[in-house]
């Protein structure tokens, strides 16, 4: 278990792996030198958790370190604000055992907020299993928290990515997936917080940021690009261009200049038919489809998506909004 700063949520975090009826693991959390109380947290614990106190160096090389100092045949992931239902590790330990041919196995996820009176939503429900990789390069599908994986898989493909701020989880995912079988337990055993703080709360435009240099590096192997069965210009591109139409949709046209310069690095003749549309600010299917591959079926998930964080926003964070106002 990775944290930093995370001193609000991550005893909550710790009780949840405590909690569990599989009783033969060792916990290990990787302080990344958080400069709040988490010290003081983690000190009440004693020796049911193995505390490495690190310098500040991001959250791949605080994941690496973790796992290094682990002995166990399996590698669980828990996120240091997220929670693990009692149930996780038996039928996830017990499932691989069954299952030797996977390397990895995940399961589901339920979103929730302190604000919120029980669960946000069910996400991550995935069907499919095995080799998986190209479902996974197009999907970004499975949380973090709700992985097991088999420790020889890990070392194998080399641990995670130091030089990503984030998605290392999605890049390692992707690297083990096409070598290995990926296995799945279909229940929810994880509750994922959602919070300001969160990688999942942190907008859009962020996640754009990060994702980029994942997909760069990956379609920079010729064998991925086969794989996938898109060229990287072609694949990039198309990439960018869903992340341009959809600030132009949400109204954000402060974050279009930058992805239009990054769209014209991969295809010059897209970004200036995408700037002469932007110029028009037109959100018109007809004009924007010939652009991106199958672009109606992920503009009628731009709406969805949409329409469920208007309601979570209005549900669950104005209250927390109006509290923070009246709080000393």
């Not at 310098?55 to 166990?72: D, L, M, V, Y």
């Not at 339920?110 to 996400?123: A, K, P, W």
């Not at 499975?142 to 890990?154: C, D, G, L």
């Not at 672009?295 to 209005?314: P, Q």
Request: negative net charge; hydrophobic residues 40%; aromatic residues 12%.
């Amino acid at each position: 278990m990775p944290v930093y700063n995370g001193a609000k949520f991550v005893a909550q975090a710790i009780q949840s792996v405590l909690a569990q009826d599989y009783g033969d693991y060792e916990i290990i959390v990787a302080d990344d030198g958080s400069t709040d109380n988490t010290q003081e947290v983690l000190r009440q614990f004693g020796d049911k958790v193995t505390v490495l106190t690190l310098a500040h160096r991001g959250i791949c090389a605080t994941r690496n370190e973790a796992i290094r100092a682990s002995r166990g045949e399996f590698i669980a992931l828990i996120d240091s604000d997220d929670l693990w239902e009692p149930h996780k590790l038996s039928l996830q330990i017990a499932y691989l055992d069954e299952h030797p041919e996977f390397a990895l196995a995940y399961a589901y996820s339920t979103n929730f907020t302190d604000e919120s009176e029980g669960n946000v939503n069910l996400v991550k429900k995935l069907d499919f299993e095995g080799f998986i990789f190209k479902d996974l390069f197009t999907k970004n599908s499975f949380a973090n928290s709700t992985i097991v994986m088999r420790r020889p898989a890990f070392d194998e493909v080399g641990g995670y990515d130091e030089s990503l701020l984030a998605m290392e989880d999605f890049e390692l995912n992707l690297r083990i997936s096409r070598k290995y079988q990926i296995g799945r337990v279909p229940k929810s055993l994880v509750r994922r917080r959602i919070h300001p703080a969160s990688f999942y709360s942190s907008g859009y435009d962020n996640q754009y940021i990060y994702q980029l240099p994942v997909y760069d590096k990956l379609l920079s192997d010729p064998e991925i690009e086969n794989e996938i069965g898109t060229a990287k210009d072609d694949y990039m591109s198309g990439f960018i261009l869903k992340f341009i139409f959809k600030n132009l949709y949400d109204q954000h046209p402060e974050f279009i200049p930058q992805k239009l310069k990054d769209l014209a690095g991969y295809s010059p003749a897209k970004a200036q038919l995408a700037r002469k549309l932007v110029g028009e600010g037109t959100i018109a299917l007809a004009d924007w489809s010939p652009l991106v591959p199958e672009f109606d079926a992920w503009y009628a998930d731009v709406e969805h998506k949409a329409a469920l964080y208007k309601v979570r926003r209005e549900k669950n964070f104005d209250a927390r909004a109006r509290g923070s106002r009246t709080t000393p």
